[in-house]
């Protein structure tokens, strides 16, 4: 029976506009006969279920504002509660929709930070998974990925309050979301963006982190490019520099070391081949090459012990041709 008047519903939207009814007790109702008192009456149920944290009852006024009394300073706020409302119920799209709408009609919104702060939530429960309704309708299901959702509000909170810390976090929550979705150039350059604008922020200690991850997860993934190398250490001297004495340094010298394996073990098995092919002038030249480039790494220490038995093999060999 719901599916059927939430179909009636939204045949109803294309007709009539989505804002003139409302489901209630399972019935669709025209919100107008729900306008029962004055418009501040109903401004001020609307607060008491805000105070009262009454998330439902709260959507139902702030409706009956916004649908009743149009073009009121009453409704214009409503639409920020109405955001709120929906927040509450951890309907997110839905609630990011209605703080739009409140921040863009408005030359100077009442609670224009509230508002940004709400957005930025949303953001962040979108990147930790939350879903959104299928094609933007409220009465579809929540399925629908919202990664792409999550970076375009970061970018709202960013251009809306540029040096403040909110903005701070919304940098590093889209660095995030990017580097989640591989996109690592963008990612990266997000990082350093966070880096350049808040230089002491204890979430530039992050992005430093971050950058040297990324920089990893390329080694690992692709064709074992030294230039990620030396931007990885490049990264590393940047941050030491910047945060000096900083413990989390550690992490991101361990995601050097960990590069630094990755290269001198592919430098490793070619050592190896040489070796199985009685090629001994090649092998000793790898092995030597890994030791001056990789000297703090597991691989190091096993080529050490492969390069002295390649080097008395070489002895005898030289031996014999004398």
């Given at each position: 029976m719901r599916s059927?008047?939430?179909?009636?519903?939204?045949?109803?939207?294309s007709t009539m506009g989505w804002s003139a009814y409302t489901l209630q007790d399972g019935k669709l109702v025209s919100i107008d006969p729900l306008t029962t008192g004055s418009v501040q009456e109903h401004y001020g149920q609307m607060i008491s279920a805000y105070e009262a944290k009454d998330w439902s009852e709260l959507e139902q006024e702030a409706l009956i504002l916004i649908k009743g009394y149009p073009g009121t300073p009453f409704a214009k706020e409503a639409t920020y509660f109405l955001g709120v409302a929906y927040f509450s119920q951890e309907d997110f799209d839905m609630a990011n929709?209605?703080?739009?709408?409140?921040?863009?009609?408005?030359?100077?919104?009442?609670?224009?930070?509230?508002?940004?702060?709400?957005?930025?939530?949303?953001?962040?429960?979108?990147?930790?998974?939350?879903?959104?309704?299928?094609?933007?309708?409220?009465?579809?299901?929540?399925?629908?990925?919202?990664?792409?959702e999550a970076i375009g509000i970061y970018d709202e909170v960013i251009s809306a309050l540029p040096h403040h810390d909110l903005a701070a976090h919304a940098l590093y929550g889209k660095a995030e979301v990017l580097k989640k979705r591989d996109d690592?150039?963008?990612?990266?350059?997000v990082y350093q963006t966070l880096i350049r604008r808040f230089?002491?922020?204890?979430?530039s200690i992050e992005s430093y982190i971050g950058?040297?991850?990324?920089?990893?997860?390329?080694s690992q993934s692709e064709y074992p490019d030294p230039d990620f190398l030396d931007l990885a250490e490049l990264n590393l001297r940047k941050f030491k520099a910047a945060f000096p004495g900083e413990e989390k340094t550690s992490l991101a010298y361990r995601y050097l070391v960990q590069m630094q394996e990755h290269y001198a073990g592919s430098l490793y098995e070619i050592a190896r081949f040489y070796e199985r092919t009685g090629k001994w002038g090649a092998a000793q030249i790898y092995y030597q090459k890994i030791l001056k480039s990789y000297p703090d790494t597991d691989t190091a220490q096993e080529s050490g012990r492969r390069l002295e038995y390649v080097d008395a093999k070489l002895v005898k060999i030289n031996n014999k041709k004398k």
């Open positions: 059927i008047l939430l179909t009636l519903a939204f045949l109803l939207t929709y209605q703080f739009t709408d409140y921040l863009t009609r408005q030359a100077s919104p009442k609670y224009f930070e509230e508002a940004i702060q709400y957005k930025f939530d949303i953001a962040e429960k979108f990147r930790s998974g939350a879903r959104k309704h299928l094609m933007g309708f409220k009465s579809m299901p929540k399925w629908a990925p919202s990664g792409g690592f150039r963008a990612s990266i350059e230089p002491k922020h204890m979430l950058i040297g991850e990324i920089y990893l997860m390329q």
